[in-house]
């Protein structure tokens, strides 16, 4: 679907805030609009929400709830990550080659990104058992452009650049 293009920004930037709510599971950031600092705050999204899927002020209520009940579990998980992403990189910087604690700390890594890959899509789950099924389908054509946006370079990591 081809949207006219306030309409297509204001939906990517939706489609912006719910992925990095997904992908954290709560934004985090004492920001307003995300970007370069990290994620949207709570707040905003659920503004943003709140305009573009129409809700009613129930559904805004149980998802500020939502969003209120995963904050603090969402910031404990990206602390224990981005440790475990220190640990790895140290090993693999380190003066001396040791193949054990690369791989011990690499798993680490990946059990943390499983949980959190869970956790985000248990919470996405919760965000639609509050929509209706025309705000789901909305919600699933926001999300579905922000990953092709993604794609052609518009989001984190896309764009051809590396993580190295």
């Keep these: 679907m081809k949207l006219p293009r306030i309409n297509r920004n204001l939906a990517l930037s939706l489609a912006l805030a719910l992925t990095l709510v997904a992908s954290s599971g709560v934004g985090l950031a004492q920001h307003r609009g995300g970007g370069a600092q990290g994620p949207p705050e709570p707040g905003f999204m659920l503004e943003r929400m709140t305009q573009h899927l129409e809700l009613t002020s129930d559904q805004t209520e149980a998802l500020d709830q939502l969003f209120n009940t995963h904050r603090e579990t969402a910031k404990v998980d990206r ?29 680490s890594v990946a059990v943390l990104e499983a949980e959190q890959a869970v956790a985000r899509g248990a919470f996405l789950q919760e965000v639609r058992g509050v929509l209706t099924p025309d705000q789901q389908a909305k919600l699933e054509e926001l999300i579905e452009m922000r990953r092709e946006m993604r794609g052609r370079g518009h989001g984190r ?5 590396g993580h190295g």
């Design 79 to 107: 602390g224990q990550l981005r440790e475990a992403r220190r640990a790895l990189a140290a090993q693999i910087h380190a003066e001396l080659f040791d193949e054990l604690a690369i791989r011990e700390a690499a798993a």
């Design 157 to 161: 990591h896309g764009g051809g650049r």
